[in-house]
């Protein structure tokens, strides 16, 4: 403690080179009264050399700070300090510090580069809004979300909006919805909000369906009860009546056949809400669109219809069922066939490609399109847009779909007709 009372010696040089450019005034001013100008002269010079040389020790230690303050900047971790001309204890200070600062810094940058890297990895679309309403940090959810106008329009207006606390479920296009939660986090006094975006249309779907099986069955059994009797019940009366009242017989026999008919139509039904449980394993997508390629060929020759299918990559592989992933692809088709029935030059485009985790197949035709306010209402079981359709095939390919753990969506196929996309885990 003794040793750090006792002046540094650059203080000490800096007083010594003041008292001697004192004396040296003191001097000069001796030899001008005695008129001895040769020696003033000397003095004058001897005193401007101390001068200019404190003058360069100020400025070393003026540059010495500056390179200090430039690698804090810089972050640079060499810190470019000499200990030349009694700066050992400035420079061993400065050198402490910046030291510190460096691996703060460096701490600092880790911590950053883990929650980013943390951020990257969830599901979960997270968005960083600055009191000013600017966005200022998407990760990677966020940024793949881009296609959808997530930052455009009456989607961003409600984000922004959006209070600490509040949410709601956002539509960003036909085949995802996703639950908007914000809330609030403060950054140097300014306080910042975070909305996350998780995809909830996987179990928005498997709702629905689950509710759709659940009211055609209950459908189902209260009208195999009502009409098992009646139709046991026109089998009995027929041998009863005999062939004298034509009238009657006739009847009965209505009743009898629409009975059956009936009872088939609601077992019809019934099944297709019964979906075989899925037996999920790896499946060779370039087979899998092969066989399909082979099944489908005799009726779209017979229909004249141009089919493209993709090149079959091997190494592009699903985690589905072959069975019902074939019989998902075959209901798009054969609708995407009624679609183009009417236009000049019917076409159908089939592809497939790898995005992230997942594998997204694609059938396009160039039909007459179908208006955008039943793209919500085709999956809905018994609904069709068809004279003679019965409401089932995209019904059940949408719970084929939901049963992989995957998404359908239709949209536009531009210029003419309409694209179903299959998004499925690879």
């Known amino acids: 403690m003794a040793s ?63 390179r200090f303050v430039s690698a804090i900047e810089a972050g640079d971790p060499e810190l470019p300090l ?6 050992a204890r400035l420079d061993q200070a400065m050198r402490v510090l910046h030291d510190s600062l460096i691996r703060s810094r460096h701490k600092r940058q880790a911590d950053t580069d883990y929650l980013h890297a943390l951020t990257d990895t969830v599901s979960a679309a997270l968005i960083v809004i600055e009191p000013d309403g600017r966005i200022v940090r998407l990760n990677r959810a966020a940024n793949a979300l881009s296609e959808h106008t997530l930052l455009e329009g ?17 539509r960003l296009n036909q ?19 975070l909305v996350s975006l998780q995809n909830i249309e996987s179990e928005l779907d498997a709702t629905e369906v ?17 009409l098992t009797p009646i139709a046991s019940l026109a089998q009995s009366l027929r041998p009863m009546v005999g062939e004298s009242n034509t009238l009657v017989v006739e009847a009965i026999d209505v009743i009898g056949q629409r009975s059956a ?50 090149p079959f990559r091997t190494d592009m592989t699903i985690r589905a069922d072959p069975q019902l992933l074939e019989q998902a692809l075959i ?6 066939m009624d679609a183009v029935a009417q236009a000049p030059l019917p ?15 694609s059938i396009a035709d160039n039909g007459a399109g179908l208006p955008i306010e039943l793209y919500d209402r085709i999956f809905v079981p018994f609904f069709t847009t068809k004279v003679d359709g019965s409401g089932i095939g995209l019904s059940l390919t949408r719970q084929i779909v939901a049963a992989h753990g995957g998404q359908i969506e239709v949209r536009p196929h531009l210029p003419q007709g309409t694209e179903f996309r299959l998004y499925l885990p690879a």
């Open 261 to 310: 008919g009936l009872m088939r139509f609601v077992e019809r039904y019934r099944e297709a809400a019964e979906l075989p449980r899925a037996n999920i394993r790896t499946v060779d997508l370039a087979e899998a669109l092969k066989a399909l390629e082979r099944l489908m060929a005799p009726g779209l020759a017979e229909h004249m219809i141009t089919c493209t299918w993709p």
């Open 82 to 87: 000499t200990s030349r001309g009694g700066f």
């Open 175 to 193: 085949a995802q919805r996703s639950l908007a939660l914000a809330a609030s986090f403060a950054v140097d006094g300014k306080t910042h909000k």
């Open 210 to 226: 689950k509710a759709w099986q659940d009211l055609v069955r209950i459908l189902a059994h209260e009208m195999m009860n009502s």
């Open 347 to 361: 076409r159908i485009d089939v592809s497939a490609v790898a995005e992230q985790d997942q594998i997204v197949i």
């Open 331 to 336: 209901n798009i088709l054969r609708n995407a």
């Open 154 to 170: 009456d989607n961003a207006r409600k984000l922004r909006a959006m209070a600490p606390g509040e949410r709601f479920v956002i």
């Open 4 to 66: 750090e009372r006792i002046p540094d010696r650059y203080v000490l040089s800096l007083a010594a080179r003041a008292l001697a450019i004192g004396l040296l005034g003191f001097g000069m001013g001796e030899m001008l009264l005695l008129q001895r100008f040769a020696s003033a002269l000397v003095l004058v010079a001897l005193a401007l050399a101390v001068a200019l040389d404190l003058n360069r020790q100020i400025h070393q230690v003026d540059r010495t700070l500056s």
